[in-house]
């Protein structure tokens, strides 16, 4: 029993002394080193941190400090609700002109731009809510759009009418 415990002693001493002076990745075997890194890739993960990788974020609302880590990112949007609207509306027409052979509308066309045009009214959007659900900020944004947010623990960030991405800076 001794001799269990002035192991453990030694044991716990030598880790507190590597944990101190900060880890020695050069005495590590290899596969000692790939199971730290996927364990702080894990923790970091469950954490919700984005470190150096863009993430892709879709309509909801995501609390800062908890489902996004409190920081400055670079958002940009990768598609809109008026884009996807403007879709359908030109696929619905496209089914039109197969079910209407006598007509010479072309329906297509028609859907179409009525899609496009309602579609140019759909931005995503982008909100920043206060403790009791009170808009901070808001950001409209189409396709292509960024630009640099700061985002603090104790918000939520609101997403609505498309989805985007997030870079930490």
Do not use: P
């Not at 919700?48 to 400090?65: A, F, M, P, Q, S």
């Amino acid at each position: 029993m001794k001799k269990l415990l002035s192991i453990l002693l030694v044991s716990i001493f030598i880790l507190s002394v590597a944990y101190a002076e900060g880890l020695d990745f050069s005495n590590m075997t290899d596969e000692e080193l790939v199971a730290i890194y996927q364990n702080a890739a894990m923790e970091i993960k469950s954490r919700g941190l984005v470190v150096g990788d863009e993430r892709t974020l879709r309509e909801g609302k995501y609390i800062i400090g908890k489902d996004i880590a409190a920081g400055t990112y670079t958002v940009a949007c990768i598609g809109t609700a008026g884009e996807s609207f403007g879709e359908s509306y030109g696929s619905l027409g496209g089914m039109m002109d197969a079910l209407d052979d006598e007509s010479d509308t072309n329906w297509s066309d028609l859907y179409g731009s009525l899609g496009g045009m309602m579609g140019d009214y759909l931005d995503m959007s982008l909100r920043i809510l206060g403790d009791y659900g009170d808009v901070l900020r808001e950001y409209n944004m189409k396709n292509g759009d960024s630009f640099s947010l700061t985002l603090e623990e104790g918000t939520a960030l609101e997403i609505s009418n498309g989805s985007c991405t997030i870079k930490a800076e």
